[in-house]
């Protein structure tokens, strides 16, 4: 479904608007060819996770979650926790910083 080559300009720039405005590394990343690759089809359900947090109503077959592909819901799930572990790393790292835990 979602094949393209890696060196594709438009894959890299896809990227970084799907991934990259979300990273916290995002304002001193050099973006060279060595920052991290992510497959089209995640940043893909990267960004509709992210469309979705943000109260963006519309999904891609229309109608409610209920009308979509088991592997996009099956996908979203991955994304939202994955997002959640990470939260909780960070809050994590906070706490200990600031002698809480």
Known sequence: MFRTDPADPFRD???KT???RHCELDQT?????DYPKISPLS???IKWHYEIEAGFAI???GGSWENQWQWFIDGLGIVRNTVA???MRK????SKK???L
């Open 91 to 94: 809050a994590q790292e906070g």
């Open 18 to 20: 799907s991934m990259c």
């Open 85 to 87: 572990q990470e939260e």
């Open 59 to 61: 999904y891609p077959r």
């Open 29 to 33: 990343c050099e973006k060279l060819k």
């Open 43 to 45: 940043a893909w359900l």
């Open 98 to 100: 600031h002698g809480r």
């Open 13 to 15: 720039n896809n990227m």
